[in-house]
């Protein structure tokens, strides 16, 4: 049997529709069958929850959003995701286009590493919301406030109450992202923790707390009011409390064989460098 390679794009990146054409015919010369190709935004990608059929590999062409946003169709049925960076950052997409139009380009040449997903459940009155986030659940304050306080229990223990702009609660493979510019910590991929980082907190205990993968987090204002919450940087949603725990599954991602995090590091925050 054939392996199907399904293929997801951002239209929003000009250089991309040159590609794929070459792309899908680099494939089937392989003997791989490519049997969509979406773009992120389009209609039939629009529940972000399924594809048209089943597949075994995701090709994603965009930058790191892109992957987010397929983390969501490919999380419960356990699919792979290779991303090809059209962006800026590549975090998650480790892959250049080169490589995989090339015909030496070969799945067997992949390595794919399993990272850590946070699920979330968000009360609001009699309703119980559920969502995912591979980067980071985002807590904030409203445009209109000055401060927020806040509630935060881990495994049901009470931390001291917190004012600030917000909380962030961040996996590893997010510790790179919006957490890291807060000052929380790198923490390596693979690892099964999470962190919460206080975002411009009024007081001087500013380090951020690093949490075992069996941990959960609950959270609220203080006083009891709407929360507004963000999953990976999409839509603002409101809840009146959050608890937050690992999910039940985690996402497949693919790098290149033999890639390592001080060489990415180095390669995105040019750590090691002089001049």
């Known amino acids: 049997m054939s392996v199907a390679v399904g293929i997801l794009f951002n239209r929003h990146k000009p250089a991309i529709e040159k590609y794929l054409d070459i792309l899908i015919e680099r494939l089937a010369r392989k003997g791989l ?3 969509f190709a979406l773009s992120t935004e389009g209609p039939e990608f629009v529940s972000r929850s399924e594809f048209p059929s089943p597949i075994d590999y995701l090709l994603v062409l965009g930058g790191d959003g892109s992957v987010l946003r397929a983390m969501q169709a490919t999380l419960q049925k356990q699919i792979p995701v290779i991303g090809v960076n059209f962006g800026r950052f590549g975090f998650l997409t480790r892959f250049e286009i080169e ?3 090339d ?3 070969n799945l067997s040449e992949i390595t794919v590493s399993r990272r850590l997903v946070l699920g979330v459940r968000a009360l609001k009155g009699v309703e119980s919301l559920t969502g995912y986030a591979l980067n980071d659940v985002v807590v904030h304050r409203p445009l209109e406030r000055n401060i927020e306080h806040y509630h935060i229990r881990i495994n049901g223990e ?4 917190i004012a600030g702009d917000g909380v962030i609660l961040s996996t590893p493979t997010g510790s790179t992202a919006y957490s890291l510019s807060a000052g929380g910590a790198i923490i390596y991929p693979q690892a099964y923790v999470f962190q919460i980082t206080l975002l411009a907190p009024h007081t001087m205990a500013r380090s951020p707390i690093i949490l075992d993968d069996g941990s959960v987090v609950q959270l609220e204002k203080n006083p ?3 929360l507004y919450y963000s999953l990976d ?4 949603k409101t809840g009146d409390s959050l608890e937050v725990r690992r999910a039940p599954y985690d996402f497949l991602l693919a790098s290149p064989k033999g890639e390592s995090l001080s060489a990415i590091i180095s390669e995105k925050f040019l750590w090691g460098r002089r001049g």
Not at 233 to 236: A, E, I, L, R, W
């Open 33 to 35: 069958k490519t049997p």
């Open 99 to 101: 490589e995989v139009i």
């Open 103 to 105: 015909p030496d380009f």
């Open 158 to 161: 009470s931390l001291p109450f």
């Open 224 to 226: 009891p009011s709407s």
């Open 233 to 236: 940087g999409f839509t603002v």
